[in-house]
């Protein structure tokens, strides 16, 4: 299974903008669909976003749409969420996670189809 690391989280200002990555070794990114899952304090984890292998398709949780990006490089080993006018509900510990996929085009919604996931970033938006 591929391995990730996630980077960028900290501390930012409510209507800021941060960007975090995931590095990932041990696999071919290419083969596996990425995602971004966040744990906000006392909450389950949620979807974020979604990006298929080759970045032909990308999904959003409804109320992130228009604020959160995500983008990845394979040749890079590196997948992005950009996210921009942050506010305190996106207080939260954002998670990576791939799962391997035949099809190409696939975008992974279900966190429970993810088999790898990262350590987690923290992201604190203050007021």
């Known amino acids: 299974q591929v391995q990730l690391v996630e980077s960028g989280g900290g501390l930012v200002q409510t209507g800021g903008s941060l960007r975090l990555s995931c590095a990932a070794s041990?696999?071919?990114?290419?083969?596996?669909?990425m995602g971004w899952v966040r744990q906000a304090p006392g909450k389950g984890r949620e979807f974020v976003a979604g990006?298929?292998?080759?970045?032909?398709?990308?999904s959003y949780a409804d109320s992130l749409k228009g604020r959160f990006t995500i983008s990845r490089d394979n040749a890079r080993n590196t997948v992005w969420l950009q996210m921009n006018s942050l506010n305190a509900e996106d207080t939260a510990v954002y998670y990576c996670?791939?799962?391997?996929?035949?099809?190409?085009?696939?975008?992974?919604?279900?966190?429970?189809?993810?088999?790898?996931w990262g350590q987690g970033t923290q992201v604190t938006v203050s007021s």
């Open positions: 990006i298929s292998r080759r970045s032909s398709r990308t």
């Open positions: 041990g696999g071919t990114l290419s083969l596996y669909a």
């Open positions: 996670a791939a799962d391997r996929r035949i099809y190409p085009n696939t975008v992974v919604t279900t966190l429970s189809d993810y088999d790898s």
